[in-house]
């Protein structure tokens, strides 16, 4: 089937667990509103009903070991998906499109967290991703002590319950990702208070939505 011309705006938000995502992509959204952007929004894992069930095998707590090569075909599959029946119909359809994680997840947790490498990473990246690459991701950085203090109260998925050195593993590997696409990859400070980081989030998406309308 021939790929159609990606017209839309792709945004993703990354970073590890505790940095505020979820509330800083509302952010993003409420900027999108404001200059009359038609926009989805969605997550990774998941996205659409498929690769939200893959999602749940991916992330739900078990007795047995996943491995880590398991564990990133799992979430390409769920990417696969993803893009087939969600996000590129969007961006061929003129739509922006907000994510909750994308490929640089991939990187961080599974090429560096797992100690992966990046080999496999960028031959699933080519095969699975091929056009549909950001135009502009939102990292929102914070140590996982700070991250590790957010997240205390809420009940942990298996990611989740890793060690600390894991994320610490995971947010070198999101900065180097940063130090590689600086023009697409822009750093939040998420150590801040709230609304610290909600007006650094507010004036990267201003800046990119006049340089793209």
Known sequence: MPRGELKGQFITLEGGEGVGKSTN???????????????????????????????????????????????????????????????????????????????????AYQGCGRELGTAAIETLEQLVVADVEPNLTLLLDASPEVGAERIDNREHDRIEQEQREFFHRVREGYLARAQQSPQRIKIVDASQPLSNVQQQVRQVTQQFIKAHT
Request: hydrophobic share 45%; proline share 6%.
């Open 25 to 107: 992509l509302a952010e993003v959204c409420k900027c999108l509103d404001e200059a009359g952007i038609d926009y989805i929004q969605s997550r990774e894992p998941g996205g659409t009903p498929l690769a939200e069930a893959v999602r749940e095998l991916t992330l739900a707590p078990a007795n047995e070991t996943m491995p880590g090569m398991a564990e990133v075909l799992l979430m390409f599959a769920a990417r696969s998906i993803h893009i087939e029946n969600k996000i590129r119909p969007a961006l061929e359809a003129g739509k922006w499109v907000v994510c909750d994680r994308f490929v640089d997840a991939s990187y």
